[in-house]
């Protein structure tokens, strides 16, 4: 574990996990992806849920199993479901176990606001993540938390993997977020003790809404912001983190009726300092050849980085060139992963 430098936050949707599947191993080798299992989904028109617990653990099983190497570690975060699988086993608990019966090294993630009965009686193998917001330190004393985590698992801090995460912070309060990094980061304890420590941000928006079609609209990494006041800083700090982000999501996720929905044409690519929106116009009214165009956009481009570097890339090419189908959203979600995780791997190497 010493060796991984990126952990990857992703929502647990298909086009994510695809994108791993086709990292290079030398980038697989040094992430540690977090996966965050999905919320029971909401069927509008029926107006009930539209899966169950079992279904979204078997299904995130099948997931994780068809995309990633069971020599690398992964995360695992059940948080967005009923800590109570059934009345006497535990949701993480019944993913863990799946995996291990794969062959995997799933290393579950623990939130502050963790019941006792939980970690009485959790299942994991040789460590634990224990995942901490923003938001969490006006609602418990996060070192008295840990403490408790602690001592009911029966372990120390060198089997814990830290995880703070600012969640979600607009490109305008960079220098707030900066000096709120700095102080969350300070006010734990012992840090240096910890098996591993990352810190997470995004500013990626929580939908495109607010970029205008037919048009390329930059917004601005400050995740990427605070790591290198991070490391401009780092005499200042207790420890210094690893980097952690959402790769082209925000950490919320929005469920809206499709029926109420208009689908544009977008890819997300990411850039050193900046994502680029490219975007269309409605799926519906104009089609999805509108992508081949966006991919010459981005080809012809200054922002991308060749059709050799990654997966990702060498599909915008393809498409830029009308070779294959334009592609959906879900392929677009891998295509914009794929070459985000492998240019912050890229990033952090450097």
């Not at 009911?152 to 309060?173: A, F, G, H, K």
């Not at 082209?248 to 929005?254: A, K, L, R, Y």
């Not at 300092?273 to 080809?299: E, M, P, R, T």
């Not at 570097?309 to 959203?329: E, F, H, L, M, V």
Request: glycine share 4%; aromatic share 10%.
């Amino acid at each position: 574990m010493d060796k991984k430098i990126y952990m990857p936050i992703l929502k647990g949707k298909k086009g994510e996990f695809d994108a791993l599947k086709m990292l290079t191993e030398d980038v697989q080798s040094v992430i540690l992806p977090l996966i965050e299992v999905p919320a029971i989904p909401w069927d509008f028109v029926s107006e009930k849920e539209a899966s169950s617990i079992d279904k979204q653990i078997s299904s995130t099983v099948k997931s994780i199993t068809s995309s990633w190497d069971p020599k690398n570690e992964i995360l695992i975060d059940t948080n967005s479901l009923d800590e109570n699988y059934n009345a006497t086993k535990k949701t993480i608990n019944v993913l863990a176990e799946a995996l291990i019966e794969e062959g995997y090294l799933p290393i579950p993630v623990i939130h502050i606001s963790a019941s006792d009965a939980l970690l009485s009686n959790l299942t994991y193998q040789n460590f634990v993540c224990i995942r901490i917001s923003f938001e969490d330190q006006e609602a418990f004393d996060i070192n008295d938390e840990i403490d408790r985590i602690k001592n009911i698992l029966n372990s120390d801090l060198s089997d814990i993997v830290l995880l703070l995460d600012m969640n979600y912070l607009s490109p305008e309060n960079g220098l707030m977020g900066q000096m709120s990094s700095k102080a969350l980061v300070n006010s734990i304890q012992n840090i240096g003790d910890f098996k591993d420590f990352y810190f997470a941000s995004t500013s990626f928006p929580i939908n495109l809404s607010g970029c205008k079609t037919n048009s390329v609209t930059e917004i601005e990494r400050i995740e990427v912001i605070i790591y290198n006041y991070f490391k401009a800083n780092s005499s200042k700090l207790n420890r210094m983190p690893k980097f952690s982000d959402y790769c082209i999501s925000n950490p919320d996720v929005q469920e809206m009726d499709p029926r109420l929905m208009t689908i544009g044409a977008a890819v997300r690519y990411t850039g050193e300092n900046h994502w680029y929106i490219f975007k269309g116009a409605s799926i519906k009214k104009h089609g999805s050849d509108q992508y081949y165009n966006l991919c010459a956009d981005i080809v012809t481009s200054q922002v991308y980085s060749g059709k050799e570097y990654s997966w990702g890339d060498q599909q915008i090419y393809n498409k830029s060139t009308r070779t294959g189908g334009p592609g959906n959203p879900t392929i677009w979600r891998q295509i914009g992963t794929n070459h985000h995780i492998t240019l912050v791997v890229d990033q952090l190497s450097s």
